[in-house]
T-cell receptor, first 110, second 113 residues
Framework: GQQVMQIPQYQHVQEGEDFTTYCNSS?????IQWYKQRPGGHPVFLIQ?????EVKKQKRLTFQFGEAKKNSSLHITATQTTDVGTYFC??????????FGAGTTVTVRA | NAGVTQTPKFQVLKTGQSMTLQCAQD?????MSWYRQDPGMGLRLIHY???????DQGEVPNGYNVSRSTTEDFPLRLLSAAPSQTSVYFC????????????FGPGTRLTVL
């Protein structure tokens, strides 16, 4: 079955630095979704990418969908303490099942 | 709108006990699902429902039952709790299918002793 893999599992970032988390699927995806989970909270939808090569920005967050629609990335610039949490990517296995990556847990050093 | 609500927030069970985790949504969403979250493993789909009276298995269904008698409610039953079911459980809903934004509940933290 489809597998969605994320790296790195942990990212320790100095406040103000940039970082990127990567998501790779074993199969071509119709779309990819990104979620953020704050410590002790629940996943919250950030964005969805649908088109090959699509790039979307949300303030300091840049999301990219690969040309082959099998990988995606989330790049955060000038990391802030508010960026702390776990970022998940997710892709549909079929109409009814969403496969989540294991997540990248981000901590920020002030 | 309350969105997706879950009860209880915390629960401790002994091995062999049964219980029901409640989930409700007030957005008239057709699709509802249950996930469990374990460290380093992301979110794994337990069961899902595409509408009242229709449920199906996800990735890790063993030990769990679900039913969907109304659009709003989607309870998850643990038949005979085992320590391996210690986890955080999230209910989610969306309009249509999984191609759309999933709305998650606040979660239930379950410990099985």
């Amino acid at each position: 079955g489809q597998q969605v893999m994320q790296i790195p599992q942990y990212q320790h970032v100095q406040e103000g630095e940039d970082f990127t988390t990567y998501c790779n699927s074993s199969t071509t995806l119709s779309n990819i979704q990104w979620y953020k989970q704050r410590p002790g909270g629940h996943p919250v939808f950030l964005i969805q990418l649908v088109k090959s090569g699509e790039v979307k920005k949300q303030k300091r967050l840049t999301f990219q969908f690969g040309e082959a629609k099998k990988n995606s990335s989330l790049h955060i610039t000038a990391t802030q303490t508010t960026d702390v949490g776990t970022y998940f990517c997710a892709g549909p296995s079929n109409d009814y099942k969403l496969s989540f990556g294991a997540g990248t847990t981000v901590t920020v050093r002030a | 709108n309350a969105g997706v609500t879950q009860t209880p927030k915390f629960q401790v069970l002994k091995t062999g006990q049964s219980m029901t985790l409640q989930c409700a949504q007030d957005m008239n969403h057709e699709y509802m699902s249950w996930y469990r979250q374990d460290p380093g493993m992301g979110l794994r789909l337990i069961h899902y429902s595409v509408g009242a009276g229709i449920t199906d298995q996800g990735e890790v269904p063993n030990g769990y039952n679900v039913s969907r008698s109304t659009t709003e409610d989607f309870p998850l039953r643990l038949l005979s709790a085992a320590p391996s079911q210690t986890s955080v459980y999230f209910c989610a809903s969306t309009q249509g299918r999984v191609y759309n934004e999933q709305f998650f509940g606040p979660g239930t933290r379950l410990t099985v002793l």
